[in-house]
Nanobody, 127 residues
């Protein structure tokens, strides 16, 4: 059964860093774009970043550009989100998900296009 598991969240001070991991089981990530999303209390889920199936295309929401980096290691069936210079407004539950179809070159950030959501990992940025 297709499953995604996120890890790496935690409590960090403003300006700190975290690296989130999204490990897939039950299927091979190689053919799928992956997205990272976040949801803060009282807010809608928003797309943070995406990466195409071969890693050649990435995209970021404006608020994290220059601070977050998405990458993937298909041999490990894992996608990462390196988050640097974290801000209090980055506090949220972070989720990864799989693009709805196996297609090359796609990098989308609308939650509606994704499936098989992980359980999420909490990121809290506070002094």
């Amino acid at each position: 059964q297709l499953q995604l598991v996120e890890s790496g969240g935690g409590l960090v001070q403003p300006g700190g860093s975290l690296r989130l991991s999204c490990v897939a089981s039950g299927f091979t990530l190689d053919y799928y774009a992956i997205g990272w999303f976040r949801q803060a209390p009282g807010k809608e889920r928003e797309g943070v970043s995406c990466i195409s199936s071969n890693g050649g295309r990435t995209n970021y929401v404006d608020s994290v550009k220059g601070r977050f980096t998405i990458s993937r290691d298909n041999a490990k069936n894992t996608v990462y989100l390196q988050m640097n210079n974290l801000k209090p407004e980055d506090t949220a539950v972070y989720y990864c998900a799989v693009y709805r179809t196996a297609v090359q070159g796609v990098c989308a950030m609308s939650p509606a296009f994704f499936r098989s959501w992980g359980q999420g990992t909490q990121v809290t940025v506070s002094s």
